[in-house]
């Protein structure tokens, strides 16, 4: 091995360097004892360097590190130099932390020989990483433990190097997912937007962000990031934290939201201070006020609402304050002048120290103007509940109107015969209300004229030069108004009753709520209009008679007790006159309904044109009529029932008819004959039954002893009803006899009736009583089938005359069922059609119906023979007797009684027998008593003849007798 080099340096130098040192020089023997150390080192192990000298190193080393201190030495011997870290025992037993750089030292040989070690003191550096290292420990423990959601982002990859415990809870991803995850994959930017993103954080020209973060779920929530740069172990990292803003950001959109919706809403909001003062008013309330902003914030409340004023504010503030929350109504005073109703919610408020009440009010123009209207009809039908009169109503509901719109005038008016006449025009002059009155309809007579004329609304907006004004233009303008819209009002059939037109002071055209008012207004005036219309009918249905529109009987009634007490007062007269028209029940069973009520209507107008204006004519039912004369003696009631009688002898022509009436007439006298309503109509009635059973067709004052004939009427009904079921009835046959031959032509069944009391009541008693009870039907039928039995005995018995003549009633025909009824009852006793003759009346020949026609021609096809009775009596035509198959005409013994000496009897005696001739019938003279007569009508060609001059009426025995003592 060569000789080394001398040192460029001097040994001592070296030596000084070790000595003088800042960092420890230790070297120990290969038993690991202290061979070398200087002075520092002897400092920091806490001796001195005589004292260290000799020492093993592990007086100086911790327990914890011998084991390390050991390896560490037999890496020494293998030649392995080192630094590491040791920690130092002193002699004092304070620890301290040293590194170490150590090498081998070998001998010549390349024998180990020991260590050395440069030693430098780190206590100041581990304390400081001890200090770090809890530094961080904490921060770790903070940043895991915080409930803010806390991500760390490498900037230059955008990695999440790490995420704590609310960020996992937050996204949903766990610790493990987050090492893998891109903030690329959370945030919804583009990759671009990202990066430009990132490195503003970075330079830190911008550390707040507000992103769209994408949940594992896939949720995408709003989020605001604070995002810092730091440093972790030399790492550059962005330290983020992030705020769910979602909740916030929809919290700020509601408020947004709600200043929005306070602003625009379409109601009005205000807040007013205690003061009154109007801190804040959304756009709608500005505009109902009709004021910019400026003019409505810091102005007082009051200022808007006429009537109130800074007291009535306090009253009102204490108020709501009081019971938090109210609701009224008020009025406002917009800009333009006009009054604006109200209804205002009010709530007291506190806000940031500050009491407010904060008021919404909304316009209700419209709901007040509904309910007024409603309110208006509501009275209009309680008015025409209660009963009011028309004019009543009508004058309220145009107030009502004009309450409801003062800006018009109203009017009603009615229509009669195409004329106006006034209804109602509260607020119009008097000289207009005059005008209109009475003024006719027409396609120029204004709006309401020409509405009426043409039924259909007219608007007029410049009555100054509107045509349709032109005859009534003035008269308009002298009032002040220009313009009109007039409407007609209909009934429920159509009818245009009347009209409702509303006045403008103002040309133009009417607004929507006008148009409202006059359509729910015209239907209820129609109402009223009709409803009035209804109760006049109701009051006519209830005290006049509906065919002839004569008072009923309950107001004659009335006017009758008025009328006594007026007489009883003043000592005058009256009269009460029953009138009854003579055989109308026959014209009213053969002619028809029809025409006998236009025989009443006829006979009701010409009752009235016979009395005084103050006089009364009732009808009291059917043919009956009953008088009120007042101021009326005997005299004037006898001169007064004559011209009733010669008033209803007139002829009455229509359709071709001719009718000669007849009346009687029965007169009861107040006082002589009552003193109450009852007693004097019952005594007329009385006294027209005896002008009846005088003959007709005359008057008769009352009597005493006429109440007992009333009586007898009612006892003969009863009874009468009592011997159809006691088989009282029975029947007498008088022949009709050949004038020419003298030979039996037939017989006639009339009827008697055997009373047990009575004895023979004769017919003219009963049978009239029997027409007016309805009982000449049971009567008919039983003659009729007693007629037909005794003819079928006295056929048996080779007695039998050629046939039978039975009396029908025309009553009887209405039934519709005589054809069967004779059919049946032939066939019931044997007896051949041939046999059998029915007797009609002339009134049944006049019934115009297919169904009388049709039962006549069924019993003349059946072989039963027809005769017109008391022909000449009645109201026939000779064209009458071709329609009916009729094979007799029987001449009234009326026209027979008298031929001896009355020209007029004996011209028309001749007369009937040639329309006999002429047709071809058989003519049957009744009531030939004398050979003269007989004679007379032999002269004239009648054909048969019956009467006293032959047989009475005969019963059967005595019939039978007759007939075997004929030559």
Request: hydrophobic share 40%.
């Amino acid at each position: 091995m060569s000789e080394a080099a001398p040192l460029p340096y001097p040994p001592e130098l070296f030596r000084r360097l070790v000595e003088e040192s800042g960092n420890g020089v230790w070297v120990i023997d290969t038993d690991n004892r202290t061979l070398y150390l200087n002075p520092r080192m002897a400092e920091m192990l806490g001796g001195s360097q005589a004292a260290l000298l000799g020492r093993p190193m592990w007086d100086f080393m911790d327990e914890s590190q011998r084991p390390a201190a050991a390896n560490n030495v037999e890496r020494r011997r293998s030649g392995v130099r080192e630094t590491h870290e040791f920690l130092f025992r002193r002699l004092d037993g304070e620890r301290f932390w040293a590194e170490l750089v150590t090498a081998p030292l070998f001998d010549e040989a390349g024998h180990y020989s020991g260590a050395t070690a440069f030693v430098t003191d780190i206590s100041w550096r581990k304390a400081a990483e001890q200090a770090l290292s809890e530094s961080e420990r904490t921060y770790r423990e903070v940043f895991e433990r915080s409930h803010a959601v806390k991500l760390m982002i490498a900037p230059d990859s955008g990695g999440i190097v790490a995420a704590n415990a609310a960020a996992r809870s937050y996204y949903g991803y766990s610790a493990e997912e987050f090492t893998q995850l891109n903030i690329r994959q959370i945030n919804t930017l583009n990759e671009a937007e990202i990066a430009r993103e990132i490195e503003r954080a970075k330079s830190e020209s911008c550390n707040h962000f507000v992103f769209r973060h994408r949940l594992k779920s896939g949720e995408v929530r709003d989020v605001e990031v604070h995002s810092n740069p730091i440093s972790v172990g030399g790492r550059p990292l962005l330290y983020s934290i992030i705020h769910d803003i979602g909740r916030q950001t929809e919290a700020e959109r509601r408020q947004r939201l709600t200043r929005h919706t306070f602003e625009h809403a379409h109601i009005a909001a205000i807040w007013i201070t205690g003061s009154g003062q109007i801190r804040d008013a959304n756009v709608f309330a500005c505009r109902m006020l009709q004021r910019p902003p400026d003019q409505v914030l810091g102005h007082p409340i009051w200022e808007f609402s006429a009537p109130m004023q800074e007291a009535d504010w306090r009253l009102r503030w204490e108020q709501i304050k009081r019971s938090g929350a109210e609701s009224f109504r008020v009025h406002i005073q917009a800009s333009d002048g006009q009054t604006v109703p109200l209804e205002v919610h009010a709530t007291h408020l506190s806000f940031d120290g500050e009491e407010f009440i904060v008021a919404y009010a909304r316009n209700i123009r419209e709901q007040v103007r509904a309910e007024g209207l409603l309110g208006l009809q509501h009275d209009l039908l309680e008015g025409l509940a209660a009963g009011f009169p028309l004019e009543h109503v009508l004058e309220l509901t145009a107030q009502g109107v004009e309450r409801l719109a003062p800006e018009v005038h109203c009017t009603i008016l009615l229509m009669e015969d195409d004329h106006f006449r006034h209804g109602a025009a509260p607020s119009l002059p008097e000289h207009f209300i005059q005008a209109l009155d009475g003024i006719p309809i027409g396609p120029r007579a204004g709006s309401c004229g020409t509405a009426a004329y043409f039924d259909r609304s007219v608007e007029v907006h410049d009555i100054a030069n509107d045509p349709l004004w032109t005859d009534y233009r003035q008269l308009a303008l002298s009032c002040g108004l220009a313009a009109c819209w007039a409407t007609p009002v209909h009934g429920s059939d159509g009818r245009v009753l009347g009209t409702f037109a509303l006045y403008y002071r103002i040309a133009g055209p009417p607004d929507d709520f006008h148009r409202r008012v006059v359509d729910a207004c015209t239907h209820l005036i129609g109402i009223a209009i009709e409803h009035r219309e209804a109760e006049a009918r109701v009051h006519t249905l209830a005290f006049y008679d509906p065919l002839t529109g004569l008072p009923n009987r309950s107001l004659f009634a009335d006017r009758v007790e008025l009328a006594l007490a007026r007489s009883l007062r003043s000592g005058s007269p009256l009269a009460l006159m029953f009138v009854d028209l003579d055989r109308f029940k026959t014209i009213n069973d053969s002619l028809g309904h029809a025409v006998g009520d236009r025989l009443l209507m006829t006979m009701a107008r010409r009752l009235e044109g016979v009395v005084r204006e103050s006089d009364t004519v009732c009808r009291q039912g059917g043919d009956e009529f009953v008088l009120l004369l007042n101021d009326c003696d005997v005299a004037g009631a006898a001169a007064v029932a004559e011209k009733l009688i010669l008033a209803a002898a007139e002829k009455i022509e229509f359709d071709g008819l001719t009718l000669n009436g007849s009346a009687s007439v029965g007169i009861a006298l107040f006082p002589d004959d009552g003193a109450d309503y009852d007693s004097l109509f019952k005594h007329a009635d009385a006294a027209m039954y005896r002008a009846k059973e005088l003959g007709r067709n005359a008057f008769c004052f009352y009597q005493r002893n006429m109440d007992e004939d009333a009586a007898e009427r009612l006892e003969v009904e009863a009874a009468l009803r009592l011997a159809l079921d006691r088989n009282e009835l029975l029947l007498h046959y008088q022949p009709q006899v050949h004038i020419a031959s003298n030979q039996l032509f037939g017989v006639e069944a009339l009827v008697r009736w055997q009373h047990p009391q009575w004895g023979m009541v004769p017919p003219a008693r009963f049978i009239p009583i029997a027409e007016e009870s309805g009982l000449i039907d049971a009567v008919g039928s039983w003659v009729l089938d007693e007629a037909c039995r005794q003819m079928a005995m006295w056929q048996e018995a080779g007695q039998a005359p050629p046939h039978v003549s039975v009396n029908l009633s025309a009553r009887q025909f209405r039934h519709g069922s005589v054809p069967t009824m004779v059919a049946d009852t032939l066939l019931r006793h044997g007896l051949p059609p041939s046999r059998l003759t029915l007797e009609i009346t002339e009134s049944l020949m006049m019934m115009r119906n297919d169904q009388t026609l049709e039962a006549l021609h069924a019993l003349d096809e059946m072989g039963v023979k027809l005769a017109v009775d008391d022909f000449g009596t009645g109201y026939s035509s000779l064209g009458y007797l071709k329609r009916f198959p009729v094979s007799e005409l029987k001449l009234d013994q009326s026209f027979v009684r008298n031929l001896a000496n009355d020209e007029e009897d004996r011209a028309l005696a001749s007369a009937v027998v040639r329309i006999g001739q002429s047709l071809k019938l058989t003519v049957v003279a009744e009531g030939v008593e004398t050979a003269e007569q007989l004679a007379f009508l032999h002269e004239q060609g009648c054909d048969v003849a019956q009467g006293y001059h032959f047989a009475r009426p005969l019963a059967p025995d005595a019939y039978v007798e007759w007939l075997r003592g004929r030559p």
